[in-house]
C-alpha cells in the first residue's frame, strides 16, 4: 500500500463533513422545502438513496405495508453514511443514515438535523472482527504498533473500535498513532491480508464469513466483544422536514420500527426470502446472493429507539480526538424519540 495514499487519507472523512456546514448554507432552505407536497400539505412521498445489493429497514417497512399511504421514492445509490446525512442535511433527500459518530460531527457544524431511530447496530450475529493471518505475531494491541489495519472508511465506526480497543490495551497516545488505519474496498480488504499487505483486516457480514470459511486467519478482537449489544447508526431528518410534516415522519420512523421487530422476531429463512424478493422485484440489476448470509440488523434498542449513551460514545471519542469541542454537543440534542409510537406488542 502507498506510504502516500495512507498519510494523506487519515482524515478525509472528517474532511469531508467538515464541508457539510458550508454545503448546507449553500443549498439552503429552498432544496428542503422541496420535499413539501405544496399547498401545505404533509408529504407522502420520501425521496431516499439505497445500498447496492443490501434491502434497507425502511423498504422493508413499505413492503410490509407498515407506511400506509406514505411511499419511498428511490433516487439512486449512495457511497458512503456521511454522503448519504450530508444529502439529508441539504434537502436532496428526505431521510439519510450513517454511523452515530458522523450524526455528531455533522450536528456540530451547526447542520439543522435530528437522529429520529437507530437502524443498524452490533450484536452477537451482526458485528465487525478485527482480523490477522493464522501465522501472525500479533497477539495484543501493543502487537499493533506500527502495524497497518484495513477500514472501510477513516473516522467512523472501524477506527473509533480500534482507538477503544487500544487504549483499553495501555497504549499511550504516540502509540496509537504508531497504528495505521488504511482505507481499502470491503472486497478487497481479506486479500490485502493475505497478501501481507496489511496487518490487520476489519471483515464483516458476508466478507467475514466467507474469509472465515476460507480459513488461515483468526480474529484479534470484535467490536461485539469490545462493547457488547449497541445500536449504532441512526436515520435523520432536517428539523424543518420535522416541523412541516410531523405525521409522515411519525408514520416513517413507526413503520421502520416495526420493521426492526418483524426482522427480530420472524425466522431468519422468511426473513431473508422476503429481503430477496424485494430486490428482486425492484429492478435496480443487483446480485441478491449476499442476502443469505443477513443475521440480523443489530439494532439494540425495541423499536429502534435511541438513548443517550449510543451518541455518548461518539461525542467522548471525537471530543479526545480534538474534532469535536467537549461540550460543544450534547447527546440529548442530537435526537429524538417523540415521532417513534412503537410499543412492545403493537
Given at each position: 500500500?502507498?506510504?502516500?495514499?495512507?498519510?494523506?487519507?487519515?482524515?478525509?472523512?472528517?474532511?469531508?463533513?467538515?464541508?457539510?456546514?458550508?454545503?448546507?448554507?449553500?443549498?439552503?432552505?429552498?432544496?428542503?422545502?422541496?420535499?413539501?407536497?405544496?399547498?401545505?400539505?404533509?408529504?407522502?412521498?420520501?425521496?431516499?438513496?439505497?445500498?447496492?445489493?443490501?434491502?434497507?429497514?425502511?423498504?422493508?417497512?413499505?413492503?410490509?405495508?407498515?407506511?400506509?399511504?406514505?411511499?419511498?421514492?428511490?433516487?439512486?445509490?449512495?457511497?458512503?453514511?456521511?454522503?448519504?446525512?450530508?444529502?439529508?442535511?441539504?434537502?436532496?433527500?428526505?431521510?439519510?443514515?450513517?454511523?452515530?459518530?458522523?450524526?455528531?460531527?455533522?450536528?456540530?457544524?451547526?447542520?439543522?438535523?435530528?437522529?429520529?431511530?437507530?437502524?443498524?447496530?452490533?450484536?452477537?450475529?451482526?458485528?465487525?472482527?478485527?482480523?490477522?493471518?493464522?501465522?501472525?505475531?500479533?497477539?495484543?494491541?501493543?502487537?499493533?504498533?506500527?502495524?497497518?489495519?484495513?477500514?472501510?472508511?477513516?473516522?467512523?465506526?472501524?477506527?473509533?473500535?480500534?482507538?477503544?480497543?487500544?487504549?483499553?490495551?495501555?497504549?499511550?497516545?504516540?502509540?496509537?498513532?504508531?497504528?495505521?488505519?488504511?482505507?481499502?474496498?470491503?472486497?478487497?480488504?481479506?486479500?490485502?491480508?493475505?497478501?501481507?499487505?496489511?496487518?490487520?483486516?476489519?471483515?464483516?457480514?458476508?466478507?467475514?464469513?466467507?474469509?472465515?470459511?476460507?480459513?488461515?486467519?483468526?480474529?484479534?478482537?470484535?467490536?461485539?466483544?469490545?462493547?457488547?449489544?449497541?445500536?449504532?447508526?441512526?436515520?435523520?431528518?432536517?428539523?424543518?422536514?420535522?416541523?412541516?410534516?410531523?405525521?409522515?415522519?411519525?408514520?416513517?420512523?413507526?413503520?421502520?420500527?416495526?420493521?426492526?421487530?418483524?426482522?427480530?422476531?420472524?425466522?431468519?429463512?422468511?426473513?431473508?426470502?422476503?429481503?430477496?424478493?424485494?430486490?428482486?422485484?425492484?429492478?435496480?440489476?443487483?446480485?441478491?446472493?449476499?442476502?443469505?448470509?443477513?443475521?440480523?440488523?443489530?439494532?439494540a434498542e425495541t423499536g429502534g429507539r435511541i438513548t443517550d449513551a449510543e451518541f455518548q460514545l461518539w461525542l467522548d471519542w471525537l471530543a479526545g480526538r480534538g474534532t469535536v469541542p467537549k461540550g460543544s454537543v450534547t447527546a440529548a440534542s442530537l435526537y429524538t424519540n417523540q415521532y417513534n409510537a412503537y410499543r412492545s406488542g403493537s
Amino acid at each position: 500500500m502507498p506510504a502516500s495514499v495512507t498519510s494523506a487519507s487519515r482524515r478525509r472523512f472528517l474532511a469531508l463533513l467538515g464541508g457539510s456546514a458550508a454545503a448546507v448554507t449553500l443549498a439552503g432552505c429552498g432544496a428542503a422545502a422541496a420535499a413539501g407536497s405544496g399547498g401545505g400539505g404533509q408529504t407522502k412521498k420520501l425521496r431516499y438513496q439505497g445500498w447496492a445489493g443490501q434491502v434497507l429497514l425502511p423498504e422493508l417497512a413499505q413492503d410490509l405495508g407498515y407506511f400506509g399511504d406514505v411511499t419511498l421514492d428511490w433516487v439512486g445509490d449512495t457511497i458512503s453514511g456521511p454522503q448519504d446525512i450530508q444529502s439529508a442535511a441539504t434537502g436532496q433527500v428526505d431521510f439519510g443514515g450513517a454511523f452515530n459518530g458522523a450524526v455528531v460531527k455533522l450536528a456540530a457544524q451547526h447542520a439543522p438535523v435530528k437522529a429520529v431511530i437507530s437502524y443498524y447496530g452490533v450484536d452477537r450475529y451482526s458485528y465487525n472482527g478485527f482480523y490477522v493471518r493464522q501465522d501472525s505475531p500479533i497477539r495484543s494491541g501493543r502487537d499493533l504498533i506500527g502495524a497497518k489495519v484495513g477500514v472501510n472508511t477513516l473516522g467512523a465506526h472501524d477506527e473509533a473500535m480500534l482507538d477503544i480497543y487500544l487504549k483499553r490495551q495501555g497504549l499511550s497516545p504516540a502509540e496509537i498513532a504508531q497504528v495505521e488505519p488504511v482505507v481499502l474496498p470491503p472486497v478487497s480488504t481479506e486479500q490485502a491480508l493475505r497478501q501481507k499487505q496489511i496487518e490487520v483486516a476489519v471483515l464483516g457480514g458476508v466478507l467475514r464469513d466467507k474469509a472465515l470459511a476460507t480459513g488461515g486467519i483468526r480474529p484479534l478482537f470484535t467490536d461485539y466483544q469490545l462493547l457488547g449489544a449497541f445500536s449504532a447508526g441512526t436515520y435523520v431528518m432536517t428539523e424543518r422536514f420535522l416541523r412541516q410534516n410531523p405525521d409522515t415522519a411519525r408514520t416513517f420512523v413507526t413503520g421502520t420500527a416495526m420493521a426492526i421487530e418483524w426482522a427480530r422476531t420472524t425466522p431468519r429463512e422468511q426473513v431473508v426470502a422476503r429481503m430477496t424478493d424485494i430486490v428482486h422485484k425492484r429492478g435496480r440489476n443487483e446480485n441478491a446472493t449476499p442476502l443469505k448470509y443477513f443475521q440480523s440488523f443489530g439494532v439494540a434498542e425495541t423499536g429502534g429507539r435511541i438513548t443517550d449513551a449510543e451518541f455518548q460514545l461518539w461525542l467522548d471519542w471525537l471530543a479526545g480526538r480534538g474534532t469535536v469541542p467537549k461540550g460543544s454537543v450534547t447527546a440529548a440534542s442530537l435526537y429524538t424519540n417523540q415521532y417513534n409510537a412503537y410499543r412492545s406488542g403493537s
